[in-house]
């Protein structure tokens, strides 16, 4: 999420920080954030996750030959 959003969020009290994450991290970390409407079906939640990991499947097959990355 782009920092400048996030900063929106936190002057409204919709997010809060846990922790950063500095730049200089040799590791790459992310979080998938669901609402808490979305979790109230947890149907709708369950088949939103099962179609982003499909999504990160697919981009990791395809991303080293359109992109040159490497991953394991």
Do not use: W
């Not at 919709?14 to 922790?19: G, H, S």
């Not at 590791?27 to 979305?38: F, N, P, T, V």
């Not at 996750?49 to 981009?59: K, N, P, T, V, W």
């Amino acid at each position: 999420m782009p920092s400048t959003l996030v900063k929106k969020l936190v002057a409204k009290d919709q997010v809060e920080i846990i922790a950063p994450i500095s730049d200089l991290v040799e590791m790459q970390a992310a979080g998938i954030y669901l609402s808490g409407k979305m979790m109230e079906n947890k149907d709708l939640a369950v088949r939103f996750l099962a179609g982003y990991i499909e999504s990160a499947r697919l981009l990791l097959q395809k991303c080293p030959q359109s992109c040159g990355h490497q991953y394991r």
